[in-house]
């Protein structure tokens, strides 16, 4: 009964991620133009070369494609934003005058907000491998795999 | 259902003087200030009144609904609402009562009300049975069904008023606290809710505390008014019993038939006088003297009998008391 009250929250939280569909797609879409501008310079970079530095083209670029999903999804921090926004507008009441926990209330909001995001940039991510498949590096031990999922789901929560 | 007793409020904040020189002393050595905003007020309200809270800005009604409701704790004194202690915050009482704040929204700006009203429903644990009820009655009586589907931030400031006044009934609140539920309305909305509050109270038996800055609410629905100013409680009774203590006076306008010269000396005051018309200002005790001398002696075409006007009541009201 009580998980209802904030699965109430993360439900009504997801419909106001969708109501700004548009924004969190197309902002999502825009991250292409940086790795491809990545793909330009690195291409410009290797050119002639095999290896720079011990790095390979696909090696550098998987980096690339990689550093912007993990930034994607380690943006977490606007609950704290709101919060102090609404300590110092006064909208904190609502949390005092009705039967509710801020804590658990932030809580179920930010992994809403989280999942929603996690979707769309999972999403685009597989895309861009997609793209750059040729490209892509995929590293010789799987278990680097399974721990870079452990670690960017962690970083979701957070 | 609320008792209060010797409450008293203070607030302490540092004082910001104008100027880069200013806001340096800010940094290392302010000026600490104290301003008791609520001063020894005691009252109480019987389970089913309304009850209107008056004052001018700044008098400290928004502290007293904030000390009510447990949004602030009491500075000394006590305040007992539906038999808790506010300030305590406990989830029993949090569901027994309700605020409606005019200038703040607990409904989601980029979604339906409706998904608001989802979210209170569980939030206080409404029965689905009795949410539904409730959600068709209130929307049927505001007449807003069609607005249930639009985003909060297209809707209009007395629907979006409406919506929110539902959304607050949603638990059968005992107690609801409207601070300036019709501020900026226009005439048609302020009267829906007015009609919509008199008949929460009389179908539901809800205890309603309201403040507002338009005479109309408070005349028309408070069986009770408080006066608040400077944070003192200075005067509890009727609507009417204030304005005859206020406002002794009826204004009475007559109109002549003919060019009229009034040649007796009647008790009165001539706020405008014309051969075809007269504008006095009379006490209370006089008008039917008055107004009967006038059919005696003139040919009398029309007489209308006013209030003094309800601005000048008020200004009174809070300076005079």
């Given at each position: 009964m009580l998980l209802?009250?904030?699965?109430?929250?993360?439900?009504?939280?997801?419909?106001?991620?969708?109501?700004?569909?548009?924004?969190?797609?197309?902002?999502?879409?825009?991250?292409?133009?940086?790795?491809?501008?990545?793909?330009?310079?690195?291409?410009?970079?290797?050119?002639?070369?095999?290896?720079i530095g011990g790095y390979t083209f696909p090696m550098m670029l998987t980096y690339y494609i990689i550093i912007t999903f993990i930034t994607r999804i380690a943006r977490s921090e606007n609950i704290i934003w709101e919060t102090a926004e609404e300590v110092r507008t006064g909208g904190y009441t609502k949390y005092i005058t009705r039967p509710i926990r801020h804590f658990s209330y932030c809580l179920s909001r930010s992994l809403s907000k989280g999942s929603f995001s996690f979707l769309v940039d999972t999403i685009a991510f597989l895309i861009w491998i997609l793209i750059f498949r040729s490209n892509f590096y995929i590293p010789e031990n799987p278990l680097n795999i399974l721990y870079f999922v452990i670690f960017a789901f962690w970083d979701y929560l957070h | 259902m609320i008792n209060v007793e010797k409450l008293n409020r203070d607030y302490y904040f540092k004082e910001k003087e104008p100027g880069f020189k200013?806001?340096?002393?800010?940094?290392?050595?302010?000026?600490?200030?104290?301003?008791?905003?609520?001063?020894?007020?005691?009252?109480?309200?019987?389970?089913?009144?309304?009850?209107?809270?008056?004052?001018?800005?700044?008098?400290?009604?928004?502290?007293?609904?904030?000390?009510?409701?447990?949004?602030?704790?009491?500075s000394s004194g006590s305040v007992q609402v539906c038999g808790f202690t506010p300030a305590d915050l406990k989830d029993d009482f949090r569901k027994k009562y309700a605020v409606v704040m005019?200038?703040?929204?607990?409904?989601?700006?980029?979604?339906?009300?409706?998904?608001?009203?989802?979210?209170?429903?569980?939030?206080?644990?409404?029965?689905?049975?009795?949410?539904?009820?409730?959600?068709?009655?209130?929307?049927?009586?505001?007449?807003?069904?069609?607005?249930?589907?639009?985003?909060?931030?297209?809707?209009?400031?007395?629907?979006?008023?409406?919506?929110?006044?539902?959304?607050?009934?949603?638990?059968?609140?005992?107690?609801?606290?409207?601070?300036?539920?019709?501020?900026?309305?226009?005439?048609?909305?302020?009267?829906?809710?007015?009609?919509?509050?008199?008949?929460?109270?009389?179908e539901r038996n809800t205890t309603i505390i309201l403040t507002s800055h338009y005479m109309e609410d408070i005349k028309i629905l408070c069986e009770r008014i408080i006066v608040i100013n400077e944070g003192e409680n200075v005067y509890e009774g009727t609507y009417q019993d204030l304005i005859n203590r206020v406002s002794p006076f009826k204004i009475v306008e007559i109109s002549f038939e003919r060019s009229t010269e009034i040649t007796h000396t009647l008790p009165v005051e001539y706020l405008d006088r014309n051969p075809f018309k007269v504008k006095m200002?009379?006490?209370?005790?006089?008008?039917?003297?008055?107004?009967?001398?006038?059919?005696?002696?003139?040919?009398?075409?029309?007489?209308?009998?006013?209030?003094?006007?309800?601005?000048?009541?008020?200004?009174?009201?809070?300076?005079?008391?």
């Open positions: 209802k009250k904030y699965t109430a929250v993360f439900n009504i939280t997801f419909k106001e991620s969708v109501a700004y569909r548009f924004d969190t797609l197309t902002s999502a879409a825009f991250s292409f133009v940086k790795i491809y501008l990545a793909y330009l310079l690195w291409t410009a970079i290797f050119s002639g070369k095999e290896e | 200013g806001a340096l002393k800010y940094i290392f050595r302010p000026k600490k200030n104290v301003k008791r905003a609520v001063k020894d007020f005691s009252f109480s309200i019987k389970k089913g009144e309304i009850v209107g809270l008056i004052g001018p800005n700044g008098a400290g009604k928004t502290t007293l609904i904030k000390m009510l409701t447990g949004i602030i704790p009491p005019g200038q703040k929204s607990q409904l989601w700006w980029d979604l339906p009300a409706e998904d608001s009203f989802e979210l209170n429903k569980e939030i206080y644990q409404i029965p689905q049975e009795q949410f539904d009820e409730n959600v068709k009655e209130l929307v049927a009586i505001f007449e807003v069904e069609e607005f249930l589907q639009k985003q909060v931030r297209q809707l209009s400031l007395g629907q979006r008023m409406k919506m929110e006044i539902i959304a607050a009934l949603l638990h059968n609140p005992e107690v609801i606290f409207l601070d300036e539920p019709t501020i900026g309305l226009d005439g048609t909305a302020q009267k829906q809710i007015r009609k919509f509050l008199q008949k929460v109270n009389r200002k009379i006490d209370k005790g006089e008008v039917k003297n008055v107004i009967g001398k006038m059919f005696k002696h003139y040919e009398v075409e029309d007489v209308a009998i006013e209030e003094e006007d309800i601005t000048d009541v008020v200004e009174k009201i809070y300076s005079s008391i």
